[in-house]
């Protein structure tokens, strides 16, 4: 698929990147691709073939996939136990990485503005991914080295065939979930003395607020054009796809910063305290 003159296309791009297999292939074309979408020298076609049925992404064969249960909890006060830690975070990049490529993908025929912003963010988490994967080969590990779980990607098929689920469900709720619960962690890797971790979180976090932002942003031009309120809305998906993931307590702030109203804010405590 190539534009005029035969100009490669942005969802050409996106696809080599969602098939990408090996983790340092998926992060150099994730980088190139970007730089590239920013240049202008990615086309983005008017009129486009629909995109393929969503499948898995291009996976190493490390680490090995397992239900959230089997993964065991682990503190801080360890460097074990750290780089456990800092290995279920630089997963949760990797996965975003996907997310934002599958985004860019697979729903066509939306504003530049929409392209532009999950581009953005492919490249900010694959940035996320590789300050991680630092610390952890600071640290003797590689990713890879401890079991991880599918449910982000899960999520993503779920709502293949919905914006507005999608742009919903995956920034608001699911990687929302990092700005309420990595303030803490900071805290408690400084009280550990890991300071370096800390600094990479605090990075993470305030380039995360954008990212939820995107999709709070994208979730409401969907419910502007479909004539619909985007509060109760938003409380109708939660109820329908993530009542079991809603866990609080909520980062209000960060939270508010990233287009969450007042009503939705409200929604996702009543919710997450229902299914308690």
């Known amino acids: 698929m190539t534009g005029p003159a035969g100009v490669p296309t942005l969802f050409e791009a ?3 990147c969602l098939d990408a297999a090996e983790v340092d292939d998926k992060i150099a074309l994730t980088r190139r691709h970007a730089a590239a979408f920013a ?4 086309e983005l076609p008017e009129q486009a073939p629909p995109p393929l049925p969503i499948r898995m992404p291009g996976r190493p064969a490390r680490p090995r996939m397992v239900h959230p249960r089997e993964l065991p909890r682990r503190g801080l006060g360890s ?8 290995h279920a975070i630089a997963h949760i990049e990797l996965n975003a990485v996907d997310l934002a490529w599958d985004a860019a993908y697979r729903f066509r025929g939306m504003p530049p503005d929409f392209y532009a912003d999950w581009v953005r963010i492919a490249d900010d988490e694959a940035r996320h991914f590789m300050m991680l994967r630092e610390r952890l080969q ?5 990713y890879g080295d401890f079991d991880a779980h599918n449910g982000l990607w899960e999520m993503c098929e779920k709502t293949a065939h919905d914006g507005m689920a999608r742009m919903a469900l995956v920034p608001r709720v699911l990687e929302a979930r990092g700005l309420d619960v990595t303030p803490g962690m900071i805290v408690k890797l400084q009280s550990v003395g890991d300071r370096e971790t ?4 605090e990075v993470i976090l305030e380039e995360e607020v954008s990212h939820v932002a995107a999709g709070s942003r994208w979730f409401h031009w969907h419910c502007e054009r479909a004539g619909i309120a985007p ?9 329908e796809y993530a009542r ?3 866990h609080g307590p909520f980062n209000v702030d960060a939270r508010a910063a990233a287009g969450f109203s007042e009503e939705e804010l409200a929604a996702l405590r009543e919710l ?3 299914s308690a």
Do not use: C, N, T, Y
Request: glycine share 8%; hydrophobic share 55%.
């Open 231 to 239: 509060e109760p809305k938003f409380r109708e998906l939660l109820a």
């Open 79 to 86: 460097a074990a136990g750290r780089a456990a830690f800092i």
């Open 39 to 42: 240049a202008g020298q990615l």
């Open 198 to 201: 800390a600094a990479v979180l």
């Open 244 to 246: 079991a993931v809603l």
């Open 14 to 16: 996106a696809r080599e």
């Open 272 to 274: 997450s305290e229902s």
């Open 138 to 142: 600071a640290m003797g590990h590689d």
